[in-house]
């Protein structure tokens, strides 16, 4: 016997549509004030789903769901645009519609420099960009923009990289060559070396081009993403082909807006220390002399001066913290100047 689910679902859509209703008047609330804040409210949805997570339902499953109701009632509170680096297909659009989900307006630009100029502009409200990778490190394009702009860091996303072969080829047997960005193909080389050892390896700038050259070259094949063989309709003809399953790329969303203390925040900053003996020992000292654990920190040339660098740390802690405020009044005692890009709430990790 078949069960009449009509009630069920009547329910569920009734319910949902409540919920959303109830969230986009928070978010309205939120973004009268200046946009400051949206991601608490979709850390919290997410948390208030995931507490009657039940099999088949996943808490991986439920921060979708959560993310897609975050993402109607944002758009319902009011329309934004988000730009991030592109083309269609590839990583950074893939982190982007994980923080903002699938009804956000988006836009792919070109560069890492035209999406600062997007949200600097005001054409966008938010933007979504790479900082760094786990084995291949810091992405400097996005740290260097940092330097000459006033956008804060407003929220993080850490994204496991899995790539697939895809092809228009219906097995692997018919492929002659291979398509895909250096990065990418250097993290994938054991697996084509025992699987693919004689095919044609050809460089391209993205992923998503890769997928898009491969859809029209017919022994062809491209190391992408799998939203890239929905977009442009190829055949998986491998998956996870990645040599290491610890490759991530965290991103960084950008915005206008300081954001208020959650209690699980992180702050990052660039600096440039004093040349002097035991500079960089100064400036770290604080965060010993105060108990702030530092998550990272990375140098970069200063372009304007030769032999000289700037220190770009990320660290526990929200900026209006006490004791933050205590160990960034120290450290700037040790440096030429000291910025901070912002403070927003630490993503949680397994």
């Known amino acids: ?48 789903l995931q507490q009657y997570a039940k ?25 934004l645009k988000v730009a991030y680096l592109g083309p269609v297909g590839t990583f950074t659009h893939i982190a982007m519609l994980e923080i903002f989900g699938d009804v956000i307006e988006a836009i792919p630009h070109r560069t890492i420099s035209d999406v600062f100029d997007e949200v600097e502009t005001g054409r966008a409200a938010f933007g979504v960009v790479p900082i760094e990778n786990s084995t291949e490190g810091a992405v400097t394009y996005t ?24 092809s228009v080829c219906d097995s692997i047997e018919k492929i002659k060559k291979i398509y895909s960005h250096p990065q990418s193909l250097a993290q994938c080389k054991n697996w084509l070396k025992a699987n693919l050892p004689n095919v044609e390896i050809n460089q391209v ?41 610890q490759n991530y790329t965290r991103f960084l969303v950008l915005g206008k807006h300081d954001n208020p203390p959650t209690g699980n925040d992180k702050t ?38 030769m032999w000289a660098y ?29 910025k901070v890009l912002g403070s927003y709430q630490a993503e949680k990790h397994d």
């Open 1 to 48: 016997m078949i069960m009449d689910t009509t009630s069920f679902e009547k329910n569920i859509i009734e319910s949902l549509s409540q919920l959303t209703e109830i969230y986009s008047k928070e978010l309205q609330n939120i973004i009268q004030e200046g946009e400051q804040g949206i991601f608490p409210v979709k850390a919290k949805i997410i948390s208030h």
């Open 55 to 79: 099999p088949p339902l996943t808490q991986e499953l439920i921060e979708k769901i959560a993310t897609e109701i975050f993402s109607v009632a944002l758009q319902t509170a009011r329309p």
């Open 143 to 166: 740290m260097d923009e940092f330097l000459d702009t006033d956008l804060k860091i407003v929220s993080e996303k850490s994204l496991r990289i899995t790539y697939s072969l895809l």
């Open 205 to 245: 700038n993205s992923t998503a081009k890769a997928a898009e050259t491969a859809s029209w070259d017919k022994y062809s094949a491209a190391i992408a993403s799998n939203i890239s063989a929905k977009i442009y309709n190829l055949n998986i003809i491998a998956d996870g082909i990645e040599d290491s399953r």
């Open 268 to 305: 990052s900053i660039v600096c440039a220390v004093k040349d002097q003996p035991g500079a960089l020992y100064k400036l770290l000292k604080p965060f010993s002399d105060h108990g702030i654990n530092m998550t990272m920190i990375e140098s970069r040339p200063d372009k304007k001066k």
């Open 310 to 338: 700037n220190f770009f740390i990320d660290f526990n802690g929200h900026r209006t913290d006490p004791v933050v405020q205590k160990a960034l009044e120290a450290m700037k005692q040790e440096t030429i100047f000291l």
